[in-house]
């Protein structure tokens, strides 16, 4: 590839290969420590975030970009800023959702074979080179995570919240497995990891899995809203000056 996406791929590939030169892997750590700054200036004003996670590659006629869809608007009903990997599929439907619903809509989006550009519904968006400076910042801002029906990203998102909060990383943010019959075998495969003692039962008390919207919403009141007080949040104000806004 000759994209810019394609050469920020190259260059992660090569950092992960091992040792570089001083020189190389200094130039990549600036650059790192650039996107980053980047990601913070842009959603630094954003207060409380839900963050969506799920497929890239379900249109809207889609059931699930409908549920989606419907997740986006009940999130910003309740005062949250609703984020997502910025893409199209079912990050397209949850910030399209926001919009229906008044609500602020912000997205992180990187170039990826199947998700080329960012969606219409966003109200602020940053561009970003390297995936793991997104996946920071998809959960820097949140206080709860909603995990629609999606491939191998998606699911890497959902380990890596539950794996976070499991090792006291993060606090117990609210997270939701959406869609019970699509995800049906990996929540038995989850019984099957308590019976080998890979996890245990209260592992489970980590997510909560359903298919109804205001099971999620009622889940995400009662332990994102009234657990952390969001309602008493102080939000920064941006400071003109500093070119904030």
């Given at each position: 590839?000759?994209?810019?996406?394609?050469?920020?791929?190259?260059?992660?590939?090569?950092?992960?290969?091992?040792?570089q030169s001083r020189l190389?892997?200094?130039?990549?750590?600036?650059?790192?420590?650039?996107?980053?700054?980047?990601?913070?200036?842009?959603?630094?004003?954003?207060?409380?975030?839900?963050?969506?996670?799920?497929?890239?590659?379900?249109?809207?006629?889609?059931?699930?970009?409908?549920?989606?869809?419907?997740?986006?608007?009940?999130?910003?009903?309740?005062?949250?800023?609703?984020?997502?990997?910025?893409?199209?599929?079912?990050?397209?439907?949850?910030?399209?959702?926001?919009?229906?619903?008044?609500?602020?809509?912000?997205?992180?989006?990187?170039?990826?074979?199947?998700?080329?550009?960012?969606?219409?519904?966003?109200?602020?968006?940053?561009?970003?080179?390297?995936?793991?400076?997104?996946?920071?910042?998809?959960t820097k801002y949140s206080?709860?995570?909603?995990?629609?029906?999606?491939?191998?990203?998606?699911?890497?998102?959902?380990?890596?919240?539950?794996?976070?909060?499991?090792?006291?990383?993060?606090?117990?943010?609210?997270?939701?497995?959406?869609?019970?019959?699509?995800?049906?075998?990996?929540?038995?495969?989850?019984?099957?990891?308590?019976?080998?003692?890979?996890?245990?039962?209260?592992?489970?008390?980590?997510?909560l899995f359903t298919d109804?919207?205001?099971?999620?919403?009622?889940?995400?009141?009662?332990?994102?809203?009234?657990?952390?007080?969001?309602?008493?949040?102080?939000?920064?104000?941006?400071?003109?000056?500093?070119?904030?806004?």
């Open positions: 590839m000759t994209t810019k996406a394609g050469i920020a791929n190259t260059e992660e590939q090569v950092f992960l290969e091992g040792p190389e892997e200094f130039i990549f750590i600036v650059k790192v420590l650039f996107e980053f700054i980047k990601g913070f200036r842009t959603f630094h004003f954003l207060g409380p975030c839900a963050t969506v996670f799920g497929s890239a590659r379900f249109n809207e006629d889609h059931p699930s970009y409908k549920e989606a869809r419907k997740m986006g608007a009940e999130l910003a009903k309740m005062g949250f800023t609703v984020m997502t990997g910025g893409g199209p599929g079912i990050m397209e439907a949850a910030n399209r959702g926001a919009k229906d619903a008044g609500g602020k809509s912000v997205g992180c989006n990187i170039l990826l074979p199947a998700e080329q550009n960012r969606n219409p519904y966003l109200d602020r968006w940053v561009k970003l080179d390297y995936f793991f400076v997104r996946k920071v910042l998809l206080y709860a995570f909603i995990v629609m029906p999606g491939g191998f990203g998606t699911l890497d998102e959902f380990f890596e919240a539950v794996t976070l909060i499991q090792t006291n990383k993060i606090k117990h943010f609210p997270v939701i497995l959406f869609g019970k019959e699509y995800h049906v075998k990996l929540y038995q495969h989850f019984q099957e990891m308590i019976n080998s003692g890979t996890i245990t039962a209260e592992d489970m008390k980590l997510f109804s919207i205001p099971e999620a919403i009622s889940f995400i009141e009662k332990t994102a809203i009234q657990g952390f007080h969001l309602k008493k949040l102080v939000k920064h104000k941006p400071i003109k000056v500093l070119g904030e806004k």
